[in-house]
């Protein structure tokens, strides 16, 4: 069958250290993937995209790597802040004609100061 | 500034009785998509438009109907809400059906 994996445990870190959320997923074959936040009761926030052909995008403070031998994609934020405590999402577009996104059900990120 | 917009934030309704959800956009995109998340669950697509076509997904209950009037609007409508429709609703919207989608703030419904 056919899953997307986030680790269902709330990541705690210390303010400043860097925070890294895993993505793993079976029997997809995505065209792409993407990192959305998501802040309680609100709705996600699209953060960055990677392509199957990439292997690592940077945006400021956030760093995603894409590992389509490993089916994985790991989500760093480097000197993390107590404001970048949400639930991060990962999602998937899937190649060919299948159009739809396919989320992961997020891992909970809590930066204590 | 361009956006998604849902009404109302949160929607209290009876079991049974008919809800309607609103979702607005600004940014003139053709594809508008509605999702189900429930607490620490992935969000679900219930449906999507593009421009005026209706997609439904196959494991949407008849329950949920979706109408599309103009560009900028779209509802979701639950016809006869039970306690397992309680969930977080969010509308997002996307220029084209493979690029980015946006996300509205969500409606978080509650079925009493």
């Known amino acids: 069958s056919q899953k997307i994996e986030q680790n269902s445990?709330?990541?705690?870190?210390?303010?400043?250290?860097?925070?890294t959320l895993t993505c793993n997923y079976t029997n997809y074959s995505p065209a792409y993937l993407q990192w959305y936040r998501q802040d309680p009761g609100r709705g996600p926030v699209f953060l960055l995209l990677i392509r199957e052909n990439?292997?690592?995008?940077?945006k400021e403070r956030l760093k995603v790597t894409f590992d389509t031998t490993l089916k994985?994609?790991?989500f760093h934020i480097t000197a993390s802040q107590p404001a970048d405590?949400?639930?991060?999402?990962?999602?998937?577009?899937?190649?060919?004609?299948?159009?739809?996104?396919?989320?992961?059900?997020?891992?909970?990120l809590a930066v204590h100061p | 500034d361009a956006m998604v917009i849902q009404n109302p934030r949160y929607q209290v309704t009876q079991f049974g009785k008919p809800?309607?959800?609103?979702?607005?956009?600004?940014l003139n995109h053709n594809v508008m998509y509605w999702y189900q998340q429930k607490s620490s669950q992935a969000p679900k697509l219930l449906f999507h438009y593009y421009d005026k076509d209706f997609n439904n997904e196959a494991d949407t209950p008849d329950n949920f109907q979706s109408r599309r009037p103009n560009t900028s609007f779209c509802f979701l409508d639950i016809r006869s809400p039970g306690l397992g429709d309680a969930a977080m609703y969010l509308c997002a919207t996307s220029r084209d059906i493979k690029e980015t989608q946006y996300f509205g703030p969500g409606?978080?419904?509650?079925?009493?």
């Not at chain 1, 990439?54 to 940077?58: A, G, I, T, V």
């Not at chain 1, 405590?85 to 909970?108: D, E, H, M, P, V």
């Open chain 1, 54 to 58: 990439e292997k690592e995008k940077r």
């Open chain 2, 107 to 112: 409606t978080r419904l509650l079925v009493l």
């Open chain 1, 85 to 108: 405590s949400a639930t991060y999402l990962c999602a998937l577009r899937l190649s060919g004609g299948y159009n739809k996104l396919i989320f992961g059900a997020g891992t909970r």
């Open chain 2, 19 to 26: 809800v309607t959800l609103s979702c607005s956009q600004t």
């Open chain 1, 9 to 19: 445990e709330a990541l705690n870190i210390q303010e400043g250290k860097t925070a």
């Open chain 1, 72 to 74: 994985q994609s790991l």
